[in-house]
């Protein structure tokens, strides 16, 4: 099994919107750590699993779409809380949105908040 795994950082802001938030139900910042993996057994005709010039690129764009905004105010977030894990699995998301690759058999997006706490969201392309 080969993995690629690519990161970037942002800072972003939030507010929860459960029952009983604490503080976390008010406007405050986190700095974000994203990393995807793409994982998967078998290599490209080149050598690679995926083209990690496209993953830089594609990872890039979505982290910069999120940086410095509310995620609330996020229309991928609309109706939900603004969750770390609820973040992962939409990075994910705008990830297979951008990216076709051709080999690699599972996606994991893992999310660090202030590295604190991690979640992470695995799927299967």
Same mark, same amino acid.
């Given at each position: 099994? &080969?993995?690629?795994?690519?990161?970037?950082?942002?800072?972003? !802001?939030?507010? @929860?919107?459960?029952?009983?938030?604490?503080?976390?139900?008010? /406007?405050?910042?986190?700095?974000?750590?994203?990393?995807?993996?793409?994982?998967?057994?078998?290599? $490209?005709? &080149?050598? &690679?699993?995926?083209?990690?010039?496209?993953?830089?690129?594609?990872?890039?764009?979505?982290?910069?779409? @999120?940086?410095?905004?509310? /995620? $609330?105010?996020?229309?991928?977030?609309?109706? #939900?809380?603004?969750?770390?894990?609820?973040?992962?699995?939409?990075?994910?998301?705008?990830?297979?949105?951008? #990216?076709?690759?051709?080999?690699?058999? !599972? #996606?994991?997006?893992?999310?660090?908040?202030?590295?604190?706490?991690?979640?992470?969201?695995?799927?299967? /392309?």
């Amino acid at each position: 099994m &080969y993995a690629v795994s690519v990161s970037r950082s942002c800072i972003a !802001q939030h507010y @929860l919107t459960v029952p009983d938030p604490g503080p976390e139900g008010t /406007l405050h910042s986190h700095r974000f750590g994203i990393e995807a993996t793409f994982r998967g057994p078998e290599l $490209n005709e &080149y050598g &690679y699993l995926v083209d990690i010039d496209a993953v830089i690129e594609a990872l890039e764009a979505v982290v910069d779409g @999120l940086a410095d905004r509310t /995620l $609330n105010d996020v229309p991928a977030f609309e109706g #939900l809380n603004p969750s770390a894990e609820h973040l992962a699995r939409i990075v994910g998301d705008r990830l297979v949105e951008r #990216l076709a690759p051709e080999t690699a058999t !599972q #996606l994991v997006v893992t999310v660090r908040e202030d590295d604190v706490a991690e979640v992470t969201h695995e799927r299967e /392309l």
